[in-house]
């Protein structure tokens, strides 16, 4: 009985490890036809692309967005190098300065940023008092403040200015 039992595990382990073989090898060639290679074909090393005959053409390239300075593109989540930061943060400051009362869309337009790469460097130039804003929300226009002041000069306070605790007291 102990014979036959390890006679049908044998069996089954063979018959198992032929499958995966073949199931294997199918995906490979499948693969392969895919990116354009001989089936059963290996690349040079592991890793690399199999060279495409001289039949099959590569694929187009996207076409580069047109804007006016590329940036790179973070993935989600990513944080941006502290240099880069401090030279949007300059540019920002240069941009406004040179065309005071623009809302962030023209802003963005112009330096080909999205809202969301430019907040943090506003953040931080209204926080530094380097620029103010007139209007709300969408309505917000950017004006450069007089004075020597930049982003990074120590920011202000964080308390409430004395008008603001003038409008929370109750009489």
């Given amino acids: 009985m102990i014979d036959l039992h390890q006679q049908i595990l044998t069996h089954v382990e063979t ?3 032929r499958v995966a ?3 294997r090898q199918a995906a490979m060639e499948s693969l392969a036809a895919a990116l354009g290679a001989k089936p059963g074909g290996r690349s040079a ?3 690399q692309l199999p060279a495409r005959s001289a039949g099959t053409a590569a694929p187009a390239a996207a076409a580069p ?8 593109r973070l993935k989600k989540g990513g944080k941006r190098a502290p240099d880069q930061l401090v030279a949007l943060v300059d540019e920002l400051r240069t941009y406004i300065s040179a065309n005071p009362g623009q809302r962030i869309e023209q802003i963005n337009a112009a330096l080909g940023c999205k809202s969301g790469e430019l907040a943090l460097p506003v953040r931080k130039l209204l926080g530094a008092r380097a620029i103010r804003t007139t209007g709300a ?3 917000t226009r950017y004006y450069p403040r007089g004075g020597s002041r930049g982003a ?3 920011p202000r306070a964080a308390g409430k200015t004395a008008a603001a ?3 929370g007291k109750k009489k």
């Fill in 15 to 17: 018959f198992l490890a």
């Fill in 21 to 23: 073989a073949s199931a």
């Fill in 45 to 47: 090393t592991r890793g």
């Fill in 65 to 72: 967005v047109s804007s006016p300075r590329p940036r790179p």
């Fill in 137 to 139: 929300k969408r309505a």
């Fill in 152 to 154: 990074r000069a120590k």
């Fill in 165 to 167: 605790k003038k409008r």
